[in-house]
């Protein structure tokens, strides 16, 4: 009977851990036009508990392709009922030398579809089709942001949070000039320090069942 409750609990806790845990996902985002010739590694973590977005945007391109703006798009399609400035309530400080917008972020080229919820942009008017080469993410280079607020709160997963990005590059080796890339499928694993601590707990069980077994 003790075993089987044992079984019971382990199982329920391991259900309420692996539901409430931050994962974490990786995605290569390349360009639309020339993948070859703009690419870049994208790494996020979500956690649903606070509602903490944290993306950390390395540019893998060959030289000269510069990142000059980060969006998301969290509903793909959503232009009409959204209209330009898509889902708000989320915020952000700057980072680097891009600055947040939680707003209309213009039209994104390539993709005419797409209504950016928020972004970054290196540009002083906050327009994702613009953006400053020399403040962008230049090859080699990584930036985070951080990301939170209200917006979250719509039973949003990790992994639609990463297929939702859009990348501009400028300064792209011609003949390209310029590129936007957009997220692809996600690579999800759980944190490392989440599963450290639920695997702490479940020896903490297993370690309280021996002792109870040897006083009975």
Not at 46 to 51: E, P, R, V
Not at 97 to 113: C, E, I, K, R, W
């Given at each position: 009977?003790?075993?089987?409750?044992?079984?019971?609990?382990?199982?329920?806790?391991?259900?309420?851990?692996?539901?409430?845990?931050?994962?974490?996902?990786?995605?290569?985002?390349?360009?639309?036009?020339?993948?070859?010739?703009?690419?870049?590694?994208?790494?996020?973590?979500?956690?649903?508990?606070?509602?903490?977005?944290?993306?950390?945007?390395?540019?893998?391109?060959?030289?000269?392709?510069?990142?000059?703006?980060i969006g998301f798009d969290i509903?793909?399609?959503?232009?009409?009922?959204n209209n330009s400035a898509g889902i708000?309530?989320?915020?952000?400080?700057?980072?680097?030398?891009?600055?947040?917008?939680?707003?209309?972020?213009?039209?994104?080229?390539?993709?005419?579809?797409?209504?950016?919820?928020?972004?970054?942009?290196?540009?002083?008017?906050?327009?994702?089709?613009?953006?400053?080469?020399?403040?962008?993410?230049?090859?080699?280079?990584?930036?985070?942001?951080?990301?939170?607020?209200?917006?979250?709160?719509?039973?949003?997963?990790?992994?639609?949070?990463?297929?939702?990005?859009?990348?501009?590059?400028?300064?792209?080796?011609?003949?390209?000039?310029?590129?936007?890339?957009?997220?692809?499928?996600?690579?999800?694993?759980?944190?490392?320090?989440?599963?450290?601590?639920?695997?702490?707990?479940?020896?903490?069980?297993?370690?309280?069942?021996?002792?109870?077994?040897?006083?009975?």
């Amino acid at each position: 009977m003790f075993r089987k409750a044992l079984l019971t609990t382990t199982a329920a806790i391991a259900m309420f851990a692996l539901s409430s845990v931050a994962r974490a996902d990786t995605i290569t985002v390349v360009g639309n036009a020339n993948g070859t010739l703009s690419r870049a590694t994208v790494s996020t973590t979500f956690n649903d508990a606070t509602n903490t977005f944290t993306v950390t945007v390395t540019n893998t391109s060959p030289a000269g392709s510069t990142i000059t703006g980060i969006g998301f798009d969290i509903f793909n399609g959503d232009f009409s009922g959204n209209n330009s400035a898509g889902i708000t309530g989320f915020s952000s400080a700057s980072a680097g030398n891009f600055n947040f917008t939680d707003g209309a972020l213009g039209n994104v080229p390539q993709f005419n579809s797409a209504v950016l919820d928020f972004g970054f942009t290196t540009g002083p008017s906050g327009n994702f089709n613009g953006g400053q080469v020399a403040n962008g993410i230049a090859p080699g280079q990584s930036l985070t942001f951080t990301i939170t607020g209200a917006g979250f709160g719509n039973g949003l997963t990790a992994a639609q949070l990463s297929q939702a990005i859009y990348l501009r590059w400028q300064n792209v080796p011609n003949p390209v000039g310029s590129d936007v890339g957009h997220g692809g499928t996600p690579n999800t694993v759980p944190e490392p320090m989440t599963m450290l601590l639920f695997g702490s707990g479940l020896a903490g069980i297993a370690a309280r069942a021996r002792r109870r077994t040897k006083k009975a």
